[in-house]
């Protein structure tokens, strides 16, 4: 699939089915978030990954512990979603990376000198490909906030020091679970968005 078309076709999937994603597939899409851009190449995205009923019902206990919650949640088509994947980043990894020796001049061996927290902005990055992996799979994908992540990452033995951007669902879309109340808003003009020498 061409890289255009993915981001046309690209949607957050709410509702899955329990079909399992060949392990080949899951690791493509795994791949094509680790190529992510990554500053200094410090390489501090780090994936969590969760597949199969009892891996994924053991996080959503722990990230909906209360079992009236979840049976209030909107969307219970996602509980179905065969593949969790929880990208983590390390801040500590972009400090040593910008103390060594070609780095050093740069200032950004301290938190305090990053204006720009770069280790958010390439999570972010590893996150969009692996959506747009997911698309080129034909599989359904969702990112979503992870509740409760100071439950849930010691529980999946997951090293302090990491912090979870969210979480990605992956699988094969279930029936429509019906509208995002978001996604009614239109999209906004590329004339809108770009500002063209000058604001």
Not at 20 to 46: E, H, K, N
Not at 77 to 82: E, I, M, S
Not at 175 to 182: A, F, L
């Amino acid at each position: 699939m061409e890289c255009s078309e993915a981001l046309r076709r690209r949607r957050m999937v709410r509702s899955f089915d329990a079909r399992p994603v060949a392990a080949a597939v899951v690791d493509r899409v795994l791949d094509a978030a680790r190529r992510g851009p990554s500053a200094g190449f410090s390489q501090g995205v780090d994936l969590l990954v969760l597949v199969g009923s009892e891996q994924t019902a053991r996080y959503w206990r722990l990230a909906f512990p209360e079992p009236s919650g979840r049976a209030r949640f909107r969307w219970q088509g996602l509980f179905d979603a065969p593949v969790l994947v929880v990208p983590l980043v390390a801040p500590q990894a972009y400090l040593d990376r910008y103390r060594e020796a070609d780095k050093a001049g740069t200032a950004r061996g301290e938190l305090s000198g990053w204006p720009v927290p770069y280790w958010w902005i390439d999570g972010g990055m590893a996150v969009m490909a692996a959506l747009l992996a997911a698309v080129d799979e034909g599989l359904g994908a969702l990112f979503f906030d992870l509740e409760h992540p100071d439950t849930v990452l010691p529980a999946f033995g997951v090293p302090p020091g990491r912090l979870a951007l969210g979480t990605i669902a992956l699988g094969h879309p279930g029936p429509d679970d019906g509208p995002n109340r978001s996604s009614a808003r239109p999209r906004r003009s590329l004339d809108d968005v770009v500002h063209r020498g000058h604001w």
